[in-house]
């Protein structure tokens, strides 16, 4: 494999994703930022003002990591999914299939660009919550290693379901049907230690619960699961969907006939 | 070594449908070639299994002596394909489709620049470089098409229906810059349903119907093939109807024009030797109908006449 070939094409489709989120930062910017702003505003300054503490800080901090996670989360996995269906839809995918390009750098490249919307959408969320409460960072490698590792688990998902979908109504399947209820159910706006027995167990299935939990870790410095529990879930999320990819990939699922 | 060479290539599509039934073709270095056949024929599947856009279910392809399975970076480097579809991001400007492509290929910014703005120039689009594409006109797009499967300068250029859909003035400009490309060295493969435009371009020729290449030779030797052709006269004055040609069999329309058979036994001088016997004055002749175009439709009727008597 020729390493100087992958790496242009790995940048050109890294910054042509770039340039896409920039180009339509209405679509793409925007809207996190007002739904963001929303749950700040009714769910930890309305509703968290007669909710008290939770974890022995105030509803607003303690639901700031997780909004701020949740939409690290939605907008990786909304990037990749949209850009990545869009070139299938539109035909252009064409273009990096033809190519000598790897399928690694295929799936790298939008991988990195599915990771750079997540976070600055996140830095863009961290901002509007610094203006409702104050945050500290406690532990800074575990918040964002945490946040970085996540951003990827969710965009090599948007990646999979970009190659499944026939139509642009299959991209909008998983995250309304799958994403959304495990990031509500994920810790974002509770600690589980307020649910009964059963559901605390339940809810240690649902990944988005480790990445939330050890996220706030790394703010806050409290936690419902064991930080080291998140990071092997996060690693094995990741070392799991890559290989899909590139197997799914390789055998041209979704995109060769 | 050929710069292409396709043996035993066979597609079986999910649904069972066989689109090709084990064909085999060589593309010498440097050559003009064209592939004909009916719609559904097999063209399309062919072209894309060889640019890597459909998997093929059996058979070897080499280009320039590398094996597509094995060394697919280096194949696919030699490569450059014109589909039959706008397939560009039509939100993006040329000049990005261009320098993107470039990029995929591993060519470094600033030499795509270069070379976008050599072909963008070439073919007429350089004053487009920054709209949206989806402005551009049906030429336009076909030609921005043309202008990015050369960007990474490649030996083998592989067109599907190039000019479908454009103005004559536009397909001719195209025709001028293929044969130009071709005489500058890359070799080039077209499918077309103009056979003028195959004729007029191609050295050699491959006929696919139904999966199964039914004629692959040189295009001169296939026009060889043709053993009569109709020309149509026209003529300076009436000619009265007792004029004695029988010596060719013809049939006057309308007073002043001749349609005229010339078979393997004569030549079209023959015939002006007796039209000047005769004091016949020509202004002007033509071939009834495509050359190239008779023999196709000869040699896929004939094969379907042989399929359904062997059914």
């Known amino acids: ?257 | 070594m050929s710069a292409l060479s396709i043996k035993n290539l066979t597609k079986t599509y999910a649904n069972g449908f066989l689109a090709l039934k084990g064909i085999d073709l060589e593309v010498d270095i440097g050559g003009f070639y064209s592939l004909l056949g009916p719609n559904g024929a097999g063209k399309t599947t062919a072209i894309r299994i060889v640019c890597s856009l459909v998997e093929k279910s059996a058979g070897n392809i080499e280009v320039f002596g590398y094996n597509l399975a094995t060394h697919p970076e280096e194949a696919k480097m030699n490569i450059g394909m014109v589909p039959q579809e706008v397939n560009f991001n039509t939100f993006d400007t040329p000049l990005n489709i261009l320098v993107n492509q470039a990029g995929f290929y591993g060519i470094k910014r600033s030499i795509a620049l270069k070379r976008a703005k050599k072909y963008l120039g070439e073919l007429k689009l350089w004053d487009k470089k920054d709209d949206i594409s989806r402005n551009l006109s049906g030429g336009m797009k076909r030609r921005l098409m043309i202008a990015r499967a050369l960007i990474h300068e490649p030996e083998l250029l592989i067109l599907d229906e190039p000019t479908a859909g454009v103005d004559i003035e536009i397909r001719r400009s195209m025709w001028k810059f293929l044969k130009d490309t071709n005489a500058n060295g890359t070799t080039i493969i077209l499918t077309t349903h103009y056979l003028e435009e195959a004729e007029n371009l191609c050295r050699n020729i491959a006929i696919i119907d139904e999966g199964v290449i039914i004629e692959n030779t040189r295009m001169i030797d296939l026009l060889k093939q043709l053993k009569q052709e109709t020309f149509v006269l026209s003529l300076e004055n009436d000619l009265m109807n007792d004029s004695n040609l029988n010596e060719f069999s013809y049939t006057l329309i309308g007073g002043n024009q001749l349609e005229v058979l010339v078979d393997e036994d004569h030549s079209i001088n023959d015939l002006f030797e007796l039209l000047n016997r005769k004091k016949i004055k020509v202004s002007s002749l033509r071939n009834k109908s495509n050359r190239l175009e008779e023999l196709f439709m000869r040699l896929v009727h004939s094969k379907n006449d042989t399929s359904k008597e062997n059914s």
Not at chain 1, 124 to 133: P, R
């Open chain 1, 1 to 257: 494999m020729n390493l100087s070939l992958n790496l242009i094409a790995f940048y050109t489709i890294v910054r042509k994703e770039v340039i896409r989120v920039l180009r339509i930062w209405i679509q793409t910017i925007v809207p996190p930022a007002i739904t963001m702003t929303l749950y700040f505003v009714i769910f930890g300054n309305l509703i968290g003002s007669r909710v008290g503490t939770m974890g022995g800080y105030s509803y607003m901090q303690f639901i700031a990591p997780g909004i701020i996670m949740m939409s690290v989360i939605t907008n990786s996995y909304g990037n990749v999914v949209s850009s990545f269906f869009g070139a299938k839809f539109g035909g252009h995918i064409e273009e990096m299939l033809v190519s000598p390009m790897s399928n690694s750098a295929i799936i790298l490249g939008h991988i990195a660009g599915g990771v750079l919307r997540g976070l600055l959408v996140g830095a863009m969320v961290t901002i509007i919550a610094l203006s409702f409460t104050k945050l500290e960072l406690k532990y800074p490698l575990i918040t964002f290693s945490m946040v970085f590792l996540s951003s990827v688990v969710f965009s090599l998902a948007g990646f999979i379901n970009a190659l499944y979908a026939q139509k642009f109504d299959d991209i909008a399947i998983i995250p309304t049907f799958v994403i959304t209820p495990l990031t509500y159910l994920g810790g974002v706006f509770y600690s589980i230690n307020l649910l009964p027995d059963f559901w605390q167990y339940a809810s240690k299935f649902n990944p988005i619960l480790y990445m939330v939990n050890a996220f706030r870790y790394g703010i806050l410095g409290t936690s419902d699961i064991d930080v080291r529990y998140a990071y092997l879930v996060v690693c094995a999320f990741i070392v799991i969907l890559f290989t899909l990819s590139f197997l799914l990939l390789k055998r041209g699922v979704g995109i060769r006939d």
